[in-house]
């Protein structure tokens, strides 16, 4: 059984530009995941659910989704168990929820328990050393001008996930910036500050892939509809020199399992900018 926004199934769902970037950063994040890891992410994150139900279904069988789902159950691409759709089998598919009593008793470096290994977080900025901002930002008198959803627990699991991983859905100057107006998970430099060891180590936008050496960001790879001069003019801050290469594309196996999971047509509905977004 696949992933359905709603329980159904449409066969004639066109495919579209984003989708192709969807699917393409689907299994880029995929095949970081290896078996027997956690992985967890918040609200709204259908690309990073496919993802992780790829991983399950090509290399990772024993990979476990924070939210208990798992792919051979059928499990729709829709934000888990929170959704405003009517007839959404979702809550049937959950196989557990965490309360958010559970994250204290993790919320500890010396505790043998762990939320996650890896944790998917995006945010309205993000900055050279990997901080991300999901507060808001500041107008021109140094004072919160937009209002962000909140960092809400990405501060705590960020902070204790062995394995951090940047996501985006654009790529520009307003997303990638010098330095984030607030700070809801750190990066580099500021973990190191407050004692705590790493950092992010991947990011993954629809024009590139991002790893991090020496605290700050560098360009790994950029995908084949994009040029490195178009991701460095994209960014709000100098990418160091480095190797570059070209993302390699969805193998047949991962196309036909995302069909699979997703023969609705899901990716290609998602709010993502295969061109980067706004110059």
């Given at each position: 059984?696949?992933?359905?926004?709603?329980?159904?199934?449409?066969?004639?769902?066109?495919?579209?530009?984003?989708?192709?970037?969807?699917?393409?950063?689907?299994?880029?994040?995929?095949?970081?995941?290896?078996?027997?890891?956690?992985?967890?992410?918040?609200?709204?994150?259908?690309?990073?659910?496919?993802?992780?139900?790829?991983?399950?279904?090509?290399?990772?069988?024993?990979?476990?989704?924070?939210?208990?789902?798992?792919?051979?159950?059928?499990?729709?691409?829709?934000?888990?168990?929170?959704?405003?759709?009517?007839?959404?089998?979702?809550?049937?598919?959950?196989?557990?929820?965490?309360?958010?009593?559970?994250?204290?008793?993790?919320?500890?470096?010396?505790?043998?328990?762990?939320?996650?290994?890896?944790?998917?977080?995006?945010?309205?900025?993000?900055?050279?050393?990997?901080?991300?901002?999901?507060?808001?930002?500041?107008?021109?008198?140094?004072?919160?001008?937009?209002?962000?959803?909140?960092?809400?627990?990405?501060?705590?699991?960020?902070?204790?996930?062995?394995?951090?991983?940047?996501?985006?859905?654009?790529?520009?100057?307003?997303?990638?910036?010098?330095?984030?107006?607030?700070?809801?998970?750190?990066?580099?430099?500021?973990?190191?500050a407050a004692g705590l060891e790493g950092g992010p180590s991947l990011c993954v936008t629809p024009l590139a892939v991002l790893d991090f050496a020496d605290g700050g960001m560098r360009l790994r790879s950029v995908h084949a509809h994009a040029t490195e001069a178009?991701?460095?003019?994209?960014?709000?801050?100098?990418?160091?020199?480095?190797?570059?290469?070209?993302?390699?594309?969805?193998?047949?196996?991962?196309?036909?399992?995302?069909?699979?999971?997703?023969?609705?047509?899901?990716?290609?509905?998602?709010?993502?900018?295969?061109?980067?977004?706004?110059?």
């Amino acid at each position: 059984m696949g992933l359905s926004p709603a329980g159904g199934h449409d066969a004639a769902a066109p495919r579209t530009a984003a989708g192709d970037v969807a699917r393409l950063l689907a299994c880029v994040v995929a095949r970081e995941l290896s078996d027997k890891e956690t992985v967890a992410f918040g609200l709204h994150a259908e690309l990073l659910l496919a993802a992780a139900l790829l991983a399950q279904r090509l290399h990772a069988p024993n990979l476990t989704i924070r939210h208990g789902l798992r792919v051979e159950r059928g499990h729709e691409l829709s934000p888990a168990a929170w959704t405003d759709e009517p007839t959404s089998r979702s809550h049937g598919l959950v196989e557990y929820l965490e309360a958010h009593d559970a994250i204290l008793d993790v919320a500890s470096r010396s505790s043998p328990m762990r939320f996650c290994d890896v944790f998917f977080v995006g945010g309205m900025q993000i900055d050279r050393e990997g901080s991300t901002n999901l507060i808001g930002l500041k107008g021109r008198d140094g004072r919160l001008a937009v209002r962000g959803p909140g960092s809400i627990g990405t501060t705590s699991i960020g902070t204790l996930a062995r394995h951090v991983i940047l996501f985006s859905g654009e790529h520009t100057t307003r997303r990638f910036v010098e330095r984030v107006d607030y700070v809801s998970v750190p990066g580099w430099r500021r973990r190191a500050a407050a004692g705590l060891e790493g950092g992010p180590s991947l990011c993954v936008t629809p024009l590139a892939v991002l790893d991090f050496a020496d605290g700050g960001m560098r360009l790994r790879s950029v995908h084949a509809h994009a040029t490195e001069a178009e991701v460095r003019r994209r960014t709000g801050f100098t990418l160091p020199p480095s190797p570059v290469g070209v993302t390699p594309p969805p193998t047949v196996a991962e196309l036909a399992a995302l069909v699979e999971i997703d023969p609705s047509g899901r990716l290609d509905r998602l709010e993502l900018s295969p061109d980067g977004g706004p110059p």
